[in-house]
DNA sequence: TTCCAGGCAATAC
DNA sequence: GTATTGCATGGA
């Protein structure tokens, strides 16, 4: 489906590289053109993660944002970095219990302290890069944080399918409304170079346009896929 | 006040 | 396999 490869040019053209994923202590390149806050994002450079600590942050960051707007997900990250508990080891070794409070702002909290306990487990018997399938068995991943997990946190071309690219692409007429995740994440991967990069901006760039324009409520005054969009 | 946010697991058919 | 429900905070 070339609409697809179209799509991505209109919004790259429009919104410029989105610089995800995002991390906590970088400044985040200056990018007006995006909405928010830019802390931690790092528009047209791809070489994060570059540690082990960042990929674990990524991780966490992953599970914290489940049905989660971002900046709440901010606050519980630095709660946890500031009582030294954003390292797989640290947060392995801590009481759930003293997980808790830090993520609150996140919401979930109960179920998300375990999720993170359960990624420790997986981080800690890691070795190398892990298969999706490995991912998708850690208790609190699902498809679609599975999939960030391995385009943001490992590099791998894995297509990111969230609730955002379904309103949208239903909306434009080329996903039907009760289309599964495979089916979705197997049309963009059919259409797309298997890229890394093309993957993460996409995704990136269609959270950027359904928060600018394609809301639950649609604002479709000045959407620059008002030509092409079927809604 | 109500709706919504970068879902997931458990449960019921 | 598909549909429903509970989980929770905080901003708009």
């Given at each position: 489906m070339d609409e697809i490869r179209k799509i991505y040019s209109i919004l790259y053209d429009s919104y410029?590289?989105?610089?995800?994923?995002p991390l906590l202590g970088l400044k985040g390149g200056?990018?007006?053109?995006?909405?928010?806050?830019?802390?931690?994002y790092h528009p047209?450079?791809?070489?994060?993660?570059?540690n082990s600590a960042e990929r674990f942050e990524i991780c966490c960051g992953a599970v914290l944002t489940q049905n989660t707007s971002w900046p709440q997900v901010e606050k519980a990250l630095l709660a946890l970095k500031d009582e030294g508990l954003l390292s797989s080891t640290a947060m392995h070794y801590s009481d759930v219990e003293k997980i808790k409070p830090r993520i609150?702002?996140?919401?979930y909290f109960n179920q998300k302290a375990q999720y993170l306990k359960e990624l420790t487990s997986f981080f800690i018997n890691l070795r190398g890069v892990p298969r999706r399938d490995d991912v998708l068995g850690?208790?609190?991943?699902?498809d679609e944080t599975a999939d960030s997990i391995m385009l943001?946190?490992?590099?791998?071309a894995s297509f990111v399918v969230d609730a955002y690219t379904h309103r949208i692409f239903t909306r434009m007429g080329l996903?039907?409304?009760?289309?599964?995740y495979l089916e979705i994440k197997k049309m963009f991967e059919d259409a797309l170079a298997t890229d890394v990069e093309l993957y993460q901006e996409y995704h990136a760039l269609i959270v950027e346009h359904a928060k600018r324009h394609c809301k639950t409520k649609p604002e479709?005054?000045?959407?620059?896929l008002k030509e092409i969009c079927k809604y």
């Open positions: 410029g590289p989105q610089g995800w994923w200056v990018n007006p053109t995006k909405t928010g806050s830019v802390n931690g047209g450079d791809y070489s994060y993660p570059r609150k702002p996140a919401g850690i208790k609190g991943v699902g943001y946190a490992f590099g791998q996903v039907e409304k009760d289309a599964k479709c005054e000045g959407c620059v």
